[in-house]
């Protein structure tokens, strides 16, 4: 997703730095106190206190009274600065702190006191009234005498008082080693195999000649036999792998497990049951992300939730939104919609693709020989629309589709027809933070060509999709999607700011004709007019090479054009050639999957795992997918189904990706309302959603005191403060919804 890559500025330029080798010096340097007075004994100098706390010694500690009413964590805080921090070298922060009355969530950070304010090291732990030790071990990515040590408390609706002592900032201590507990090393689809489907594990070993497996049932009976077939070391790992193929059983079952090499692999089962519940939960994801609405409980157990920004205060709202100061003199409704991911913004580009994949998802169920379109029917996802008569995944895409089409500039307007690029927040908030309650003022953001274009092509694709049902809302989608394709054509080249990324994502990117060429697939689709066709093949994209190793996701969305002319039906002149260049891509990320012992289409240069690794596997997937669609090669069918396994459980790490599927799976994502590691009362992500995944970049700083050095797949902690790594988002999920219910569809 790469929506956070220019937020800290400072932070990603000096990842390089942080992530080469340590040199010797540092790390074996003489363990030195670099904060004065962490012992409250007499005074609190030299610690300050932000304006409207008020902090004294108290019983040998210090106590600061935070005042209610407050925005965000650094809006109360009590801290020291000029501290020195030597890059390369390893610190021990340590603290007590306490709350009355209890379940406060504190942001203790280490990091600079002037601006830019660039964060070093950061965790948010909750206090009780009784007090708790804390002690975490990070390493410097710079030099410094201006550091600064925080806890900022701010953020509350009630005052509160919070105590801490014995706070320390040892330098020269050892760097903390990360150990993951990555369970057996027999690595297994923790959920399910298809009963004629491809079977593969991966055995984590030091042998390097083969050795027996068996497969076991519930009861322990040995019901399959084998060898495996040793890899070497696996690249995306650094671990010494084998692989284990067991195809040829094909009796449902749940409850079986693979023993190899005195290991026991985490149980699963053979069969379609999981996958026809992934199918929904996938799916189902997008109610509780909802912005506009209060969320039932009754339809969602555990997550009923005030509606947000409804102008219900504290929310200042989306009704009536402002532009940034200089870019519009004029307030739009944006009510409703989608939270990107988790934080409260949303954004053009991302809610385009995801949309997008959502309709896809629904227009290969009624388009492809194995579509099951019934299993997506009304009445299917339990929403608040159930029962009207409309495939509920059409009305929760709509509830999109509906935002999307109130992001266009208005008639009369310069710039009319553009799409405003996104709508969050002033400045980031903190978490946990539900939608209503966020306090901070709303902003429209400057209009771009790629949000202009996700608009004309999803509401083009909208268009098809929802006539049958609404032949008003699909003439009304049309009538958008031409307008904002006029509009497009001319402002080609208005791109969004790198630097616009104070209080939400940027999504900034530098070319446009993958977006044109995807709405002007889309606009061809749906109305058949010549202009569109033209433009499509004369487009350079038509025949461009467009399946690398990363695959499609907002910033690369020439695949979604092509997938689409390639099974939609059409008469574009050349449409034979279309469809050959997907089977192309799909063998190539075939080959790609045979080559990896871990048994994916994923292979990023370098072994550099992105952003959002976890659906970039997926959006890979939907390509084999997508070719066997067009071809009935089973080889397509067996890679896109095998790719699932990795998702969930058969990785390095060996954990599911997916919240709720597997006995060992993610569910600590990066969210403000979706929080129970930081407060208990509120829910763990719902059931079916997909993690980000490893992410070798960790720009977090969570993850980067964990994760220094790590190698491919290992660049991945289940932890609510590690944004970079293990985030939610709407465009991830879409890629999980299309490849669980493709794998459903199998038998």
């Keep these: 997703m790469k929506r956070r890559r220019t937020t800290l500025l400072t932070i990603v330029a000096l990842l390089g730095a942080a992530l080469t080798a340590l040199p010797a010096g540092p790390a074996a340097a003489e363990e030195t106190e670099q904060l004065r007075n ?36 650094w809006d109360a805080a009590v801290g020291q600065n000029d501290v020195t921090l030597v890059k390369g070298e390893s610190y021990r922060f340590a603290f007590k702190a306490s709350g009355a009355p209890g379940g406060h969530v504190v942001r203790a950070v280490v990091g600079l006191q002037v601006a830019p304010y660039d964060t070093y090291f950061e965790v948010s732990p909750q206090l009780s009234v009784s007090g708790d030790s804390y002690s975490y071990t990070f390493t410097s990515p710079v030099d410094t ?13 009630d005052a509160w008082r919070m105590c801490m002592d014995d706070v320390s900032l040892l330098g020269g201590v050892p760097p903390e080693v990360y150990e993951p507990d990555t369970g057996p090393r027999v690595r297994v689809n923790q959920v399910a195999y298809l009963p004629r489907g491809p079977k593969n594990a991966t055995l984590v070993t030091d042998a390097t000649s083969k050795l027996p497996w068996r497969l076991q049932d519930a009861g322990g009976a040995t019901v399959a036999h084998g060898w495996t077939v040793p890899r070497g070391v696996d690249v995306s790992s650094g671990q010494n792998v084998h692989s284990i ?114 309709l896809s998802t629904y227009e290969r169920e009624r388009l492809a020989r194995t579509g099951e379109p019934w299993k997506l029917r009304d009445g299917t996802l339990a929403i608040p629309e159930s029962g009207n008569k409309v495939p509920d ?59 202009t274009l996700n608009l004309a092509a999803t509401a083009a694709q909208a268009a098809r999709l929802y006539r049958p049902y609404d032949r008003a809302f699909a003439a009304r989608a049309l009538t958008a999607a031409r307008k904002a394709w006029s509009a ?52 350079p994209v038509n025949t461009a090479d467009i399946f690398g190793p990363l695959g499609f996701d907002w910033g690369r969305t020439a695949a979604a054009g092509r997938l689409d002319l390639a099974t939609v039906p059409n008469r574009l002149p050349g449409r034979d050639t279309v469809r050959r260049s997907v089977v192309r891509g799909a063998d190539r990320y075939l080959a790609t999957l045979r080559s990896q012992p871990y048994g994916m289409p994923y292979a990023p240069d370098g072994n550099v795992y992105d ?55 993610a569910h600590n994502e990066h969210s403000r309302w979706y929080a129970h590691e930081l407060d208990p009362s509120l829910p763990n992500p719902p059931d079916g959603t997909l993690a980000g995944g490893p992410n070798s970049s960790i720009q977090d700083p969570y993850a980067q005191s964990r994760l220094q050095g790590c190698v491919g797949q290992f660049c991945y902690i289940d932890d609510i403060q590690s944004w970079s790594t293990n985030e939610t988002a709407i465009n991830w999920n879409a890629a999980l919804a299309r490849m669980a219910s493709f794998v459903a569809d199998q038998r």
């Design 145 to 157: 005498t201006q550091a600064q040590v925080a806890l900022q408390a701010g953020g509350s609706a």
């Design 393 to 451: 995944i059409l009305d929760e895409a709509r509830w999109e589709l509906e935002f999307l089409l109130k992001m266009q500039v208005p008639d009369g307007q310069p710039l009319a027809g553009m799409a405003h690029h996104k709508i969050h927040d002033e400045q980031w908030t903190g978490l946990p933070l539900l939608p209503s309650q966020d306090p901070q003022k709303r902003e429209l953001h400057p209009p771009s060509t790629q949000a």
């Design 611 to 665: 952003w959002g690794s976890s659906h970039q596997v997926l959006n890979n997937a939907v390509v084999l997918a997508t070719a066997y669609d067009i071809t009935g090669s089973p080889k397509y069918r067996d890679g896109a189904v095998q790719s699932m396994d990795y998702i969930l459980g058969r990785n390095a790490l060996n954990i599911s990706y997916v919240t709720g599927y597997g006995e060992v799976n």
């Design 245 to 358: 193929d067991f195809g040829a059983y094909r009796r449902a079952g749940s409850g079986l497990t693979l023993v190899a090499d005195g290991q026991t692999s985490r149980p699963f089962d053979i069969g379609t049951r999981a996958y026809e519940r992934l199918r929904l939960d996938s799916v189902k994801y997008y109610y509780t992300q909802r912005s506009g609405i209060a969320i039932r409980d009754d339809l969602r157990p555990g997550y009923g939730r005030a509606a947000g920004h409804v102008d219900v205060a504290p929310n200042q709202g989306d009704s009536h939104v402002p532009c940034q100061p200089g870019v519009c003199d004029y307030t739009l409704d944006v009510t409703g919609g989608w939270y990107d991911a988790g934080d409260h913004g949303k954004y053009v580009v991302n809610g385009g693709i995801s949309t997008w994949e959502l």
């Design 38 to 73: 962490g012992t409250f004994d007499t005074t609190t100098d030299p610690w300050w206190a932000s304006p409207g706390v008020t902090a004294a010694v108290s019983d040998g500690r210090l106590c600061a009274d935070v005042p209610g009413g407050t925005a965000n964590r």
């Design 488 to 539: 497009a054509l001319a402002h080609p080249e208005m791109y969004a700011s790198p630097s616009d990324g104070t209080g939400g994502g940027t999504y900034d990117d530098t070319n446009a004709t993958d977006e044109f060429y995807w709405a002007a697939a889309e606009l061809y689709l749906t109305t058949g007019e010549k202009q569109f066709a033209d433009y499509v093949v004369h487009s």
